[in-house]
């Protein structure tokens, strides 16, 4: 996403300069203000003059608007069962009492694929819904379950079989941030790297999470990942990390040599308003006279996210420099920056541009 924000400001300024160079006067308005010239294509909005000697820099003010972070996603806590003989219902406690509004995330895998799923619930009463699956391989098979806005409280996963299923390796995950599916992908093979194939991510800060169920053993998560659980003795991975802009997103994992598979799911927070975007840049310094520097402010329609947010600057005047980004720290809507500004010969314009997680 990418577009752009004109923000123009008033501006009148008692002014009294004379170019150094050509000893004209600037057209001055009365009352002593400055008179702003609109054949500039600026009508209204703020001039800042370059004048050799006496420096005063018109700004146009320019957002290129993107995505910011919304509000944190986390991991709370995670708990497993993994009966070694077939099982036809599978129930799985969480040590801590759960808080509500959260959403449990529920991986069911199993070492054949005769036996399907027939039902999750809980204690607690939640409902829960398939977010991807069966995916089957060679003698496996795994689904992805998620319940959203959760109630708080101790809570009992049970997952329950068409018939004994063999080596049943039941994850139960609670994430805090999240309350909505988006994309999934799934796959099987076999080799030393399990992938679930790539889906996109259509918001900026989303949960990816990953899962594997593999005839061998999972060495490690996949890169940027982090690995919430590897069951023992089954050796079976979920793992996650947060999408900070959108795009493609896989889920993989490396393992010993062996059949696999692996799925993705990624969650975003449904409920919460659009993610902030840049909505301003400001300067507060009017006029120069000579070199000097300004404070400047690039502010978000909303707080950033974990990480914050990073915002790059560009100015179309090599007489005035800004830094090349500067970060909105995670949950502010604004930082500032310093504009430096050098004398020059003939009267000149400025334009600064922000833009952040666009192209």
Excluded at 321 to 347: E, K, R, W
Aim: glycine share 10%.
């Amino acid at each position: 996403m990418h577009f752009t924000l004109l923000r123009l400001l008033s501006f009148r300024k008692s002014l009294s300069l004379k170019s150094q160079q050509s000893q004209e006067s600037p057209r001055v308005a009365s009352g002593g203000n400055s008179l702003l010239d609109a054949s500039l294509g600026f009508p209204n909005g703020r001039k800042w003059l370059l004048t050799a000697g006496m420096c005063c820099v018109p700004l146009a003010w320019i957002a290129a608007a993107g995505p910011a972070l919304g509000q944190s996603i986390s991991s709370v806590q995670v708990a497993s069962a993994t009966p070694q003989s077939p099982t036809a219902t599978v129930g799985v406690t969480y040590k801590a009492a759960e808080t509500a509004g959260d959403m449990n995330i529920v991986v069911v895998g199993w070492n054949d694929t005769t036996a399907t799923v027939q039902s999750v619930t809980d204690s607690a009463g939640n409902a829960y819904k398939l977010a991807i699956g069966p995916t089957s391989g060679s003698a496996l098979r795994q689904s992805i379950y998620y319940a959203a806005n959760i109630v708080g409280g101790s809570d009992t996963v049970t997952v329950s079989f068409s018939t004994a299923a063999v080596y049943p390796d039941i994850r139960i995950l609670e994430y805090r941030g999240v309350t909505g599916l988006d994309v999934t992908a799934g796959s099987s093979g076999s080799g030393t790297t399990a992938s679930s194939g790539s889906a996109t991510a259509t918001s900026a800060n989303e949960l990816i999470f990953g899962a594997d169920t593999v005839s061998t053993g999972t060495v490690a998560a996949g890169s940027g990942f982090t690995s919430r659980i590897v069951t023992s003795p089954d050796s079976d991975l979920a793992e996650d990390k947060i999408a900070t802009t959108t795009g493609s997103y896989s889920a993989t994992s490396t393992m010993y040599s062996g059949a696999w598979v692996m799925q993705m799911a990624t969650f975003s927070d449904a409920s919460l308003p659009p993610p902030g975007t840049l909505s301003g840049l400001s300067c507060t310094t009017n006029t120069f006279t000579g070199s000097g520097s300004d404070t400047c402010t690039v502010t978000l329609s909303a707080g950033a996210g974990t990480g914050g947010l990073a915002v790059s600057f560009s100015s179309s005047n090599s007489a005035v420099t800004v830094p090349a980004s500067v970060t909105v720290p995670a949950g502010a809507t604004s930082a500032g920056f310093t504009a430096t500004v050098s004398a020059v010969a003939t009267a000149q314009n400025a334009t600064l541009t922000a833009s952040a997680g666009g192209t």
